[in-house]
Nanobody
Framework: HVQLVESGGGSVQTGGSLRLSCAASSIISGLSCMGWFRQAPGKEREGVTF????????YGDSVKGRFTISRDNAKSTALPLQMNSLKPEDTAMYYC??????????????????????WGQGTQVTVS
């Protein structure tokens, strides 16, 4: 099974930037969706942004125009997330995840989470 390890979290002031990265232990081939979720204390884990094996991207409304997800190519095992213009409400544990054999979509949070089979352990982002 592929394993995911996140890095790059930390503390930053409002308006600052952070760059998260997710390293996969192996190439994820075929149809897939990779992405980032976040969970703040007392809140449901929510999708932040996704990128499909075709390179198509999707963003949650709260991060559009501020966050950017990317992959160098379909065989890249790295998944960076550039976060700009950070706000206190972005404070959360951020998780990398992979949905093998699935397309990316946004919808009901639980349904979206159910789509993903592999999760990292998370990296904390704190904005003050």
């Amino acid at each position: 099974h592929v394993q995911l390890v996140e890095s790059g979290g930390g503390s930053v002031q409002t308006g600052g930037s952070l760059r998260l990265s997710c390293a996969a232990s192996s190439i994820i081939s075929g149809l897939s969706c990779m992405g980032w979720f976040r969970q703040a204390p007392g809140k449901e884990r929510e999708g932040v942004t996704f990128i499909g094996s075709d390179g198509g991207t999707k963003y949650g409304d709260s991060v559009k125009g501020r966050f950017t997800i990317s992959r160098d190519n379909a065989k890249s095992t790295a998944l960076p997330l550039q976060m700009n213009s950070l706000k206190p409400e972005d404070t959360a544990m951020y998780y990398c995840a992979v949905a093998c054999g699935q397309l990316c979509f946004f919808g009901a949070a639980a349904a979206v989470r159910h789509n993903f089979q592999v999760w990292g352990q998370g990296t904390q982002v704190t904005v003050s």
